[in-house]
């Protein structure tokens, strides 16, 4: 069986990721003195650089000093009741073109308020009681939204950006794949394009968690391959149901099997998962796909292993020749 990817694309993928994540990133923390405590020592435990590639300035809204931001690639404004030494702070930026965010705990109506004091954009202004939600979640989407071009970089610097970063690569690949699958005419022709797209979106997830990009991945790379065997299989065993609406079904199985896959790698990264049980959930989420397509009187496919022996025989020295892009936990 060949293998349905381009090795040395894939390599050349795991370069380029390596030097996105190592790009220098710069953020400034703007804290006004009646900010809630409990978020500031949240953001302060988050905004903690791992590496020598990234800049914090931290600075307090104080209306009895001047205050100067360096350039940056964002600011962080932490919220109290919006005094002008906030809102003069985050004028300065704007001058600059700078992206500010205000993060504050409150409720909507205060969000309002807020928002109209600092003169700040509703889009870019994050109120919440749960100062965890706000930092991990929310802030951490803008941030990674925001700075695109750098969001491996702010993953590699801070980890309470990993899942954001790595939940916008799945996203991303899975709307790719779904295109593809959807539009494909030609049997089996989306098979390489769709197994690619999902083998880069494991190694940009690696990237995200600070992981190795090189022969370390293999063994990941073989559950990609066969994890599309299976979504290719269940497809075509569906097609069978809904001829007349064979794309759609192409498009959600692209779609719903990316999104299983990327899932099981980021808790893979995250979790220290065993790899048997990642294999298990791809498979699982191949059988989850297709019960959630609207067929009436269909019979599950039967569902292949996820990785098979033989592909496993096939992908050691995959990449053994190949010089390792970078070491990623420096």
Not at 103 to 113: E, F, I, L, P
Request: proline share 6%; aromatic share 4%.
């Amino acid at each position: 069986m060949a293998l349905p990817m381009d090795v040395r694309d894939l390599v050349k993928s795991g370069s380029k990721l390596q030097h996105d994540r190592s790009q220098p990133v710069s953020l400034a923390v703007v804290v006004e003195l009646d900010a809630n405590d409990a978020l500031v020592q949240a953001l302060r435990e988050r905004l903690r650089p791992q590496t020598a590639g990234a800049a914090l300035q931290v600075e307090v809204a104080d209306p009895a000093k001047p205050l100067t931001l360096n350039p940056c690639d964002a600011v962080i404004a932490v919220a109290g009741g919006g005094g002008p030494a906030l809102a003069d702070a985050i004028a300065s930026a704007r001058v600059v073109r700078t992206p500010v965010i205000v993060v504050a705990v409150g409720d909507d109506q205060s969000r309002t308020g807020l928002a109209d004091r600092l003169k700040q954009p509703l889009a870019d202004l994050l109120v919440g009681d749960d100062v965890a939600t706000l930092a991990d979640i929310r802030l951490a989407a803008w941030l990674a939204d925001e700075i695109g071009s750098k969001r491996l970089a702010l993953a590699h610097n801070f980890a309470f950006m990993r899942r954001a970063v790595a939940n916008e690569a799945v996203q991303a690949t899975a709307m790719q794949n779904a295109l593809v699958g959807a539009v494909a005419f030609v049997p089996g022709a989306d098979m390489p394009i769709m197994t690619a797209n999902q083998a880069k979106m494991l190694l940009q997830i690696a990237a995200a968690y600070g992981e190795k990009l090189g022969p370390e991945r293999l063994r990941e790379l073989a559950a990609i391959v066969g994890g599309a065997f299976v979504f290719r299989t269940v497809a075509r065993q569906l097609l069978g149901f809904v001829p007349v609406l064979g794309w759609a079904v192409k498009g959600g199985i692209g779609y719903a099997g990316t999104v299983a896959m990327g899932k099981a790698a980021v808790e893979y990264f995250e979790d220290g998962s065993d790899f048997a049980e990642v294999a298990r959930r791809l498979r699982e989420g191949a059988g989850k796909a297709a019960h959630k397509l609207p067929l009436r009187g269909r019979r599950t496919p039967a569902l292949p292993e996820v990785v098979s022996d033989s592909t496993q025989q096939e992908l050691p020295g995959l990449m053994a020749t190949t010089p390792e892009p970078g070491a990623a936990g420096e």
